[in-house]
């Protein structure tokens, strides 16, 4: 295989399209893993390269186990060499425009139990009458804020003390996409809120604008947030650790088994597509038994 062909594409990742060293090492290896196995099936010229030899590493990919999402990524690397290939002359045309790749896996995350639910609030809650304890009133504000709002862990981590309506106890969140949405909370989130923003001036700046702090008066880190939400998780079963993601799914399906409809949960979670509410806001067991005893005329 041409060693002029390697320099040249790497060439474009490097200047052309101004790509990382590591999103470059990454492009690399893959199209090294393709070539080497085209080797091995007696293609020593370029121009012969064609889709099935393509489909047979891919095949190959996964006969070794490789992860799916790991071979959705190489697929997205070898089309987009196959690409620049046939737009510079190496192959007649872009063979890597019929490649397929496999759909990604949409793994349900673990949803807690109403009762879990209070678990970790009754913990929380409990570490604050012990200690009053600033940090304690700032981890109950959070778990309540993620729980009540269904916001993501970037999303609180980068909220203002401007963010926070308390005449309509909502939420001002830049989320995906920059979207901007409003979501709402309830009563005991306003609380768990009201108590911090009195306790936050034990660590805050008088130009500190952010709503959650650090330990050294500075915006929380999303990993703290993830931690706080992990030891709140942890009381429920120390076997669980269970992160801010799987509460977002657990207030959305809370909603949905309370009767919320898709769509307010979709704008509420701020999504972009329906399709991804529905894999998050799955209906449990008990739900859908319910559901069918009350509609079914011979439940």
């Known amino acids: 295989m041409s060693q002029d062909l390697l320099d040249q594409y790497r060439e474009n990742l490097?200047?052309?399209?101004?790509?990382?060293?590591?999103?470059?090492?990454?492009?690399?290896?893959?199209?090294?893993?393709?070539?080497?196995?085209?080797?091995?099936?007696?293609?020593?010229?370029?121009?012969?390269?064609?889709?099935d030899h393509l489909r047979s590493w891919l095949a190959n990919l996964q006969t070794r186990g490789a992860a799916r999402s790991s071979i959705i990524r190489k697929v997205a690397s070898i089309k987009a060499f196959t690409y620049w290939a046939a737009k510079n002359g190496w192959i007649e045309r872009d063979i890597g425009l019929d490649l397929q790749s496999?759909?990604?896996?949409?793994?349900?995350?673990?949803?807690?139990?109403?009762?879990?639910?209070?678990?970790?609030?009754?913990?929380?809650e409990s570490a604050v009458s012990d200690s009053h304890d600033a940090m304690s009133i700032r981890d109950l504000a959070i778990v309540e804020l993620l729980y009540a709002s269904g916001i993501r862990v970037s999303e609180l981590a980068g909220l203002d003390l401007g963010d926070v309506d308390f005449e309509r106890n909502t939420v001002k969140v830049m989320g995906k996409g920059r979207r901007e949405?409003?979501?709402?909370?309830?009563?005991?989130?306003?609380e768990a809120l009201e108590a911090w923003i009195h306790n936050r001036t034990e660590f805050a700046s008088d130009s500190e604008a952010a709503l959650f702090l650090g330990k050294r008066g500075k915006r929380i880190d999303p990993r703290t947030v993830r931690e706080v939400v992990y030891r709140a998780?942890?009381?429920?079963?120390?076997?669980?650790?269970?992160?801010?993601?799987?509460?977002?799914?657990s207030a959305a399906t809370h909603l949905i088994e309370g009767g919320a409809d898709i769509r307010t949960v979709q704008e509420l979670l701020g999504h972009a597509s329906l399709s991804t509410t529905q894999i998050y806001t799955h209906v449990s067991k008990e739900r859908l038994k319910q559901v069918y005893e009350q509609a079914h005329p011979r439940a």
């Not at 949405?181 to 306003?190: C, M, N």
């Not at 998780?233 to 799914?249: F, K, M, N, V, Y």
């Open 181 to 190: 949405r409003v979501a709402p909370f309830g009563i005991p989130a306003r």
């Open 233 to 249: 998780t942890e009381s429920i079963d120390p076997s669980l650790r269970l992160g801010p993601h799987a509460l977002r799914h």
């Open 14 to 51: 490097v200047i052309e399209r101004n790509l990382s060293e590591n999103s470059i090492r990454a492009y690399l290896v893959d199209l090294d893993s393709l070539l080497i196995h085209i080797n091995a099936m007696g293609i020593t010229e370029f121009k012969k390269l064609e889709l």
């Open 102 to 124: 496999p759909k990604p896996e949409r793994k349900l995350p673990k949803t807690l139990e109403l009762s879990d639910v209070k678990v970790a609030f009754a913990s929380l």
